[in-house]
């Protein structure tokens, strides 16, 4: 092969190389960027869980509150201070973990600690939207349909109840016998608005579930 045919041959071959070497590197370059990019949005995805789980609020963290607080020793604008907050943080539960911290009495040693004024601005504050709207149409339905829903409502709550809760296991029924009897008798709407602040508390889980049966419209269907 004359010289000049072998240089530019050379030359040509080492432009291939090159160009082929380009093309490697462009590649490993796309592969390791593409790499970081995935393991990027995926740290992002998983510290974004991580953040939003640590804002939900649960009966745990609840408890954990409650705990913290001797609200017994509050007084003035902290005590005030410090109802507004636990009223808030059980305001922002699923009706589920709602249930369970009922369930494990988890709050009543604030409870027992409140005046009356107290009690009835906390379970003012606590009740779901309408409950007393729902009270009264509660009312208008026929005796049997009444009959079946609190029935049907006390063994939600006592399965409920059967659960481990964050306070530990709890055998109490979800309302004592003693007003359950009462609630039968004289009537949901009658004896809510001639109760105690302290009976009023201990009907919540019961009010709870009666409404969320209403606005399922579960009791509008049964024949």
Do not use: C
């Not at 410090?82 to 988890?106: F, P, T, V, W």
């Not at 306070?167 to 016998?177: C, H």
């Amino acid at each position: 092969m004359p010289w000049r045919e072998h240089a530019l041959f050379r030359m040509a071959l080492g432009t291939a190389t090159g160009l082929e070497s380009a093309v490697i590197n462009q590649r490993q370059r796309f592969f390791a960027w593409a790499v970081a990019s995935i393991t990027a949005i995926w740290l992002l995805a998983v510290g974004g869980h991580w953040y939003f789980e640590s804002l939900k609020v649960t009966s745990e963290k609840v408890r954990a509150y409650a705990e913290s607080v001797d609200f017994a020793r509050l007084n003035g604008a902290a005590r005030a201070k410090a109802l507004q907050d636990l009223a808030a943080k059980i305001n922002a539960l699923s009706y589920e973990e709602r249930q369970r911290l009922r369930a494990g009495r988890l709050v009543n040693g604030w409870l027992d600690a409140m005046t009356d004024a107290e009690k009835e601005l906390f379970i003012e504050a606590t009740m779901p939207t309408g409950f007393k709207q729902m009270i009264g149409a509660f009312e208008q339905l026929p005796g049997d349909k009444r009959r079946k829903a609190i029935d049907d409502a006390m063994k939600n709550l006592r399965a409920a109840g059967s659960q481990p809760t964050p306070g530990g296991t709890n055998d109490q029924p979800p309302i004592s016998p003693e007003l359950e009897a009462k609630i039968r008798t004289i009537g949901l709407n009658t004896f809510y608005s001639q109760s105690s602040a302290q009976t009023k508390a201990e009907l919540a889980p019961l009010l709870e579930e009666l409404q969320r049966q209403m606005e399922s419209g579960k009791l509008m269907r049964r024949q």
